[in-house]
């Protein structure tokens, strides 16, 4: 175990308390990674497995039309949050990043209350929320873009009732095609979660705040 390991300097600390902008990472995502090791004078960092896919789930927005918070919003004994997780654990997904910002401090308190997700989630706090969501994904990508990561799953808080078979699907696909972009369809439309491979992560971090990761994707 030769590698030291580092976390983004804004990861937020377990959810069960309270939030602080110190790195203390939870490391469940250590089952991906047998080569892990704390270095506690240069923190800690992810070393994956190759070929991994992780998910952001992006959560920092304001929710003005709704009222109120949407990760918190009640669903079937979840929230959308911990439903969202729950998803990808059942599909498969052991690192997902959630990016916060508005109101992180009751997201995460909310989260922590979901006994059986607790610990399938890592949180990280996005300051520059207000500036739009190509923002929180700037910061999601900034935590999981490691060696070994092929793509990345993302996807909106506010899209909980999505299937693992969907998202399977969408990460089978990528696997037979290795396709720039994979996401969802019904006739016409299109879902989420969208699975972004690493060679567009540079694209991303490139493209214009003022239309976000939409033209890329599209």
């Known amino acids: 175990m030769a590698a030291a390991l580092r976390a983004h300097p804004e990861l937020i600390r377990f959810p069960r308390v309270c939030r602080q902008r110190i790195a203390q990472l939870h490391l469940r995502a250590a089952a991906l990674t047998p080569d892990l090791q704390t270095d506690f004078t240069h923190g800690l960092r992810i070393l994956y497995d190759s070929s991994v896919i992780p998910a952001i789930v992006l959560a920092a927005g304001k929710s003005v039309r709704m009222g109120r918070t949407k990760a918190t919003l009640p669903l079937d004994g979840d929230t ?6 729950r998803t990808f654990a059942a599909a498969g997904i052991d690192d997902v990043v959630v990016v916060v910002g508005h109101d992180a401090d009751a997201i995460v308190a909310s989260f922590a209350q979901a006994d059986a997700v607790v ?3 890592r ?4 300051p520059q929320y207000e500036q739009g969501q190509l923002s929180s994904l700037l910061t ?3 935590v999981i873009d490691r060696p070994g990561v092929v793509a990345v799953l993302m996807t909106l808080v506010d899209v909980p009732l ?3 078979g969907t998202v399977r699907a969408v990460v089978d696909r990528y696997r037979q095609t290795h396709a720039a972009i994979v996401r969802p369809v019904r006739g016409e439309q299109h879902g989420h979660p969208v699975l972004i491979d690493r060679k567009l992560f540079d694209a991303i971090r490139r493209a214009d705040p003022a239309s976000g990761a939409k033209p890329i994707i599209r």
């Open 119 to 121: 610990g399938r989630a």
């Open 80 to 85: 959308f949050l911990s439903r969202i997780v």
């Open 140 to 142: 999601g990508l900034q």
């Open 162 to 164: 999505v299937s693992a």
């Open 123 to 126: 949180f990280v706090d996005n």
